[in-house]
């Protein structure tokens, strides 16, 4: 038996080295996979597996080394090929960038130049990038330098006196030396600040439009200081702009020579392609987040109750804004809101026309702020005239391509008041004498003919009716209408002309007794069907000219028969459409995609008819701007 033991215990041992394998392999949930498979710096601090198999095939760059010296070691490794060399330390030198960002921005400005140089070495050559575009490294190289622009940008941007002067930057041992695109900053470069769009985000509403291309997508934001004449129809709250921020690098010529590095802000809205290396790619851009960084500031909602209920505060903020300088070669479609409302009810269809390239190509976003609380006839006299002014400003030689509006509920019958032609029609529905045999005084008596007698414009080209009360809404006699018009304020000017109006016997008429029932009149009574001034309204045609469109709310039966709640599709249809819908929608929900649709299609046919059916193809972009 001794003598058996220690072939015994051999056995044993062979027996345990046969059992065990080479290699442990485990099995991993496919998400945990997947997440290492796009591991980077960016995610969660983990380097990319690139990365990784780069650090533990160089030797000089593992053990406890300084950050610098890794990426050294990584930068003059000879075991790793340039393509591996160019990714690897792009990765290195963005994580010690953001490392040292708060501390040192300085330096992080180096690091981050540092990381957009290599992964610009990777991704853009004369003859095009050095990765296929099926290798992961190729999406990562990508991340890699917006990331690296982006934040190279932010600290730029973030000290004004240093925005766009030209600088020297240092990372380790290599020097960038910046200038900036003068020209490109006359488009983008006069914003009081710059913020990552990829920080923003909007999650009410439903679509985020973006271009996926070079550069980083940015807001601008510039405060309204009112220094210029056009500025009264930019929004007060500040104007938001799509800009992208490029860096382009040109090789040194000599080792100790720095890297020429080019800085560009472009305006996303003039360019959809830029020439990189002597090729063209897309621009990158975000096309949503300004239009919701100005939303942001706006406070549109809470205006919308306080310009109701006092009309001076409504008044002072009164016009029409433009969501982006003019250009003669878009259409303007104006966006009029009805009762009780603002601008906000637009949101997603603002975002849309903005966002979307079949339409931001061909339209451009007007908006009219009103107080709702005055008669009807009255807020469409300072429509009216607001839009003559901003048409006027704009094209000071009345050329301009025809308008769309779009309108919804009161706001529908200011729209229409551009398009029809009164003659006296309104006038004789309200008093019995001529302008000239009223008691007034000049401007009173002008404020009242151009109240009731006027024009249609020549420069309206299409109108979209949706849930407006054409023939009056029945719910304005209502009991809780009559309480809720005691609470708004309405302007002297207009309490004393028709207080002054009813005084003079010879004026008095149907109309003059109506309002004698009333009270002081306001919104409410103006969209009563009972007033002689509205059912004259209701009876006049829309100009020949323009053809117009209704879409109408059918979802309930209310005083008036089916209807969206507070319009009855009786009093929304009109005659003469080019177009009317039907849809399930309620009063306030004008703003959901199937109402939507139809409000795409007629600008889709609009823009055909005005521009032609295939817009003109841009330049390449290197004949524009070759670099």
Not at 350 to 369: C, F, I, K, M, T
Not at 402 to 431: E, F, N, Q, Y
């Amino acid at each position: 038996m001794r003598r058996a033991l220690p072939f015994i215990v051999i056995a044993v041992i062979v027996a345990g080295c046969a059992a065990r394998p080479d290699l442990d392999l485990r099995r991993v949930e496919l998400r945990d996979a997947y997440r290492g498979y796009i591991d980077n710096v960016l995610l969660d601090g983990r380097y990319s597996r690139a990365t990784q198999q780069a650090l533990a095939l160089e030797p000089a760059a593992q053990g406890d080394i300084t950050a610098d010296a890794r990426l050294d070691a990584l930068w003059r490794s000879r075991r790793l090929d340039e393509t591996a060399r160019l990714f690897a330390t792009a990765e290195l030198a963005l994580e010690r960038a953001q490392q040292t960002e708060r501390k040192d921005p300085a330096a992080a400005r180096g690091w981050y130049l540092l990381a957009a140089w290599r992964a610009y070495q990777l991704l853009y050559t004369p003859q095009g990038a050095r990765l296929s575009p099926l290798d992961l490294r190729m999406h990562l190289a990508q991340a890699f330098l917006s990331a690296a622009t982006g934040g190279y940008v932010m600290l730029r941007t973030g000290v004004p006196e240093q925005r766009f002067a030209a600088s020297v930057e240092r990372a380790g041992a290599t020097q960038f030396a910046v200038s900036v695109d003068a020209y490109q900053l006359y488009e983008a470069g006069h914003y009081d600040e710059y913020q990552l769009a990829w920080s923003m985000a909007a999650p009410e509403l439903r679509t985020r439009y973006t271009r996926d291309g070079v550069g980083v997508p940015l807001v601008g934001i510039r405060n309204n200081a009112h220094e210029y004449p056009i500025d009264r129809y930019y929004p007060p709250e500040g104007i938001g702009a799509p800009v992208t921020g490029v860096l382009r690098f040109r090789a040194p010529d000599a080792a100790d020579a720095p890297v020429a590095t080019d800085l560009a802000l472009y305006d996303a809205r003039r360019h959809a392609q830029i020439c990189v290396a002597q090729r063209g790619y897309p621009l990158a851009a975000d096309f949503t987040m300004p239009y919701a960084a100005l939303l942001n500031r706006a406070h549109l909602s809470q205006w919308s109750l306080d310009a109701l209920l006092d009309f001076r505060h409504g008044e002072a903020h009164r016009g029409i804004f433009m969501l982006e300088p003019y250009r003669p070669d878009k259409i303007v479609v104006l966006m009029v809101h009805g009762f009780w409302s603002s601008p906000v009810i637009w949101r997603e269809l603002s975002n849309d026309v903005l966002g979307d390239p079949a339409l931001r190509e061909r339209y451009q976003v007007w908006h009219y702020l009103y107080p709702t609380g005055v008669p009807f006839w009255e807020a469409a006299r300072r429509f009216r005239a607001d839009l003559d002014g901003a048409v006027a400003e704009v094209a000071p030689g009345g050329v301009i391509h025809p308008l769309i509006l779009v309108a919804h509920s009161m706001g529908g019958l200011l729209a229409k008041s551009a398009a029809v032609d009164t003659g006296t029609r309104l006038w004789d529905a309200a008093l019995r004498v001529p302008p000239e045999r009223l008691d007034l005084d000049a401007r009173e008596r002008d404020e009242l003919r151009d109240s009731l007698i006027f024009s249609h414009r020549p420069y309206i080209g299409r109108i979209v009716f949706l849930g407006v009360p054409q023939h009056g809404a029945a719910e304005a006699d209502s009991t809780l209408a009559s309480f809720g018009k005691r609470l708004i304020s309405l302007p002297t000017t207009v309490l004393q002309t028709l207080a002054t109006r009813l005084r003079q016997g010879d004026v008095v008429s149907d109309f003059s007794a109506w309002l004698a029932s009333r009270g002081t009149p306001s919104a409410v009574d103006s969209l009563s069907p009972q007033s002689p001034v509205t059912r004259a309204f209701a009876a006049l045609p829309v100009d020949a000219s323009i053809p117009f469109h209704s879409i109408i709310g059918v979802k309930e039966n209310g005083r008036d028969g089916p209807g969206d709640g507070w319009v009855s599709y009786a009093s929304a249809h009109l005659d003469g459409a080019a177009s009317e819908l039907t849809l399930p929608v309620g009063h306030s929900q004008f703003d959901q995609p199937a109402p939507l649709a139809e409000v795409y299609r007629i600008l889709r046919l609009h823009a055909d008819a005005e521009l032609g059916a295939d817009p003109s193809s841009p330049r390449p972009a290197c004949e524009i701007a070759p670099h």
